[in-house]
């Protein structure tokens, strides 16, 4: 079931990168969380769509060719003329400044952020995407935003099969709580990314 859930995230993330390959005006997709699993996969997907991809990672060399689609290039640094890498962390406003500053012709951006509450902390996700949406739309004109979720936070709670509510409501609580607070950022209205699309 989580995998099919996984596929279904992923599925709906790729028709984002595919939207923006659609759109002609779309030149530039900034990637946060391109570092991990999911985040390299999109990073992965969005240059073979031939598009100019910006990267904010803590650890630039963690930035590989993902498993699977990656074939036999998998776990390979990623390179290309379209890629660029910004140090920096998401928990620090200036380092997303710093990356929309230094590339202005951003035009869409995915967050792909994730990773387990002890290595991370209890509100990276919350403030990190606050970072995000707040420089996106001061140093930006990109409108267009995807954000990896899961299953079980907002109104999908109730969908969650009996045994993943489980780890929901006790080993993976923290990380709940903090990826509830990560969607109200797009789905309340008083939120800072409610107007974006």
Excluded at 138 to 143: G, I, L, M, N, Y
């Amino acid at each position: 079931m989580l995998a099919f859930n996984l596929f279904l995230v992923l599925t709906a993330l790729f028709g984002q990168i595919f939207a923006f390959a659609a759109n002609p005006t779309v030149s530039k997709i900034a990637i946060f969380g391109g570092t991990g699993q999911t985040g390299r996969e999109c990073v992965f997907q969005a240059l073979k769509a031939d598009h100019k991809v910006v990267v904010l990672a803590r650890n630039p060399a963690k930035l590989l060719i993902p498993p699977g689609s990656g074939g036999d290039q998998a776990e390979k640094p990623m390179e290309s003329k379209n890629l660029f890498v910004v140090q920096g962390d998401v928990t620090d406003a200036a380092s997303v400044d710093a990356l929309f500053a230094a590339h202005p012709d951003i035009s869409g951006v995915i967050v792909a952020l994730g990773g387990r509450t002890k290595d991370v902390g209890p509100t990276m996700l919350t403030v990190g995407t606050t970072n995000i949406v707040r420089s996106m739309k001061a140093k930006s004109k990109a409108k267009r935003i995807a954000t990896v979720t899961v299953i079980g936070t907002g109104d999908s709670e109730k969908s969650a099969p009996l045994k993943f509510k489980l780890l929901m409501y006790t080993m993976m609580r923290s990380i709940y709580a903090d990826k509830n607070r990560q969607e109200k950022i797009f789905l309340d209205p008083t939120g800072d990314g409610h107007e974006l699309e």
